[in-house]
């Protein structure tokens, strides 16, 4: 799920430091420490704003969504 956001923020024109935002569905709020695990890798110094919400169930039996806002300057 991040390297498609990644490649959806860079394909704006931005970078991963652009993400403002990022609202996080869990299917299971056991997988927190691991969905935290690789939210580091992708922003080693701290990251946006982040919500992580547990959710009874996701589209087509998922096991996470997120939902990501960047901040892109316009040229």
Do not use: W
């Given at each position: 799920?991040?390297?498609?956001?990644?490649?959806?923020v860079e394909?704006?024109?931005?970078?991963?430091?652009s993400v403002v935002q990022l609202s996080v569905f869990l299917a299971k709020i056991?997988?927190?420490d691991g969905m935290n695990k690789v939210f580091k890798t992708y922003f080693p110094h701290g990251g946006p704003a982040r919500t992580t919400v547990a959710v009874a169930?996701?589209?087509?039996n998922s096991l996470v969504?997120?939902?990501?806002?960047?901040?892109?300057?316009?040229?």
């Amino acid at each position: 799920v991040m390297d498609k956001i990644k490649k959806a923020v860079e394909a704006g024109g931005a970078s991963m430091d652009s993400v403002v935002q990022l609202s996080v569905f869990l299917a299971k709020i056991d997988d927190y420490d691991g969905m935290n695990k690789v939210f580091k890798t992708y922003f080693p110094h701290g990251g946006p704003a982040r919500t992580t919400v547990a959710v009874a169930a996701l589209p087509g039996n998922s096991l996470v969504e997120v939902n990501c806002i960047a901040a892109v300057a316009q040229k």
